[in-house]
């Protein structure tokens, strides 16, 4: 995909109404209050070597970079959201609110925006070391 298709896909994201329970469809999950989409996801990496893997998230990083930069152009500066805090919190067996339960295990931090009553982020990850890589857009409810 390219970066207008991204753009896309996060408006489309924009404008859907929050569903009262979670619910899942290809690659979006959804929940009151949040979706979390996967605008792209790369292979798994269970037989890669090292240098396959780090190839893979440089393209990703480049791909968030372009987002963030049109973003940007759009809204203004993003302000960064570490989600280590909450990854802890989830490993100790203690509640974090969604999506921020889902975000935490796959992103370590995001770029986010407030923009019209709904907080919009983007970010890389990888749900571990032979996990694919996942370019992630987040829309939730502005608090």
Known sequence: M???????????LRLRDFPAVRAR???????????????????DFW???????????????????????????????PETVDLAAHLERSARGLPVP????????YVPRMHGWRVQGRWIGVGVGQGGREMPFQLLAAVGEAR
Not at 36 to 43: K, W
Not at 51 to 67: G, K, M, P, S, Y
Not at 98 to 105: A, I, K, N, S, Y
């Open 2 to 12: 390219t970066t207008d298709a991204y753009l896309a896909a996060i408006d489309r």
């Open 47 to 77: 037989d890669a070597d090292l240098a396959e893997v780090a190839e893979a998230a440089e393209e990703f990083e480049a791909e968030l970079t372009a987002l963030v930069q049109a973003l940007s152009l759009r809204w203004g500066e």
């Open 98 to 105: 969604p999506p921020l339960d889902t975000l935490c295990g």
């Open 25 to 43: 469809s290809a690659m979006v999950e959804s929940g009151p209050g949040f979706h979390i989409a996967g605008l792209r996801v790369s292979q």
